[in-house]
């Protein structure tokens, strides 16, 4: 779901996997809510970055674990009309032992 208000856009986003064969203590399903936010820099004029941020939880792998919580920054910029560039940083600051305390993810698009 997303609801805008002016240039800023508020996002909701729910999804559950299901999954088969996995070993008893895990969960044969596994939920994430992610809560965020995108606002186009440089707008109206310019549209063509935009950042992005939002809060996620996601359900524990293993049963009786508690469930991994936490916050990405990005931006996201049309190189061309076909190809756009995305880099984001984040941390999972609740959950698990094993959680990350950081992470980097990066990626181009291109339309064809």
Known sequence: ??????R???HLNAGYEILSGVPREERDGRYEIVLGASYPVGAPRYTRTT??????TEQSVR???SN????????RHQLTPRVVLDAGVGT???GPADRSSFTFATGISIGF
């Open 92 to 94: 999972e600051f609740a």
């Open 63 to 65: 049963r009786g674990e």
């Open 51 to 56: 950042l992005i941020a939002d809060v996620f």
């Open 1 to 6: 779901m997303t609801r805008s208000f002016d």
């Open 8 to 10: 800023l856009s508020i």
């Open 68 to 75: 991994v919580v936490g916050a990405e920054v990005g931006f």
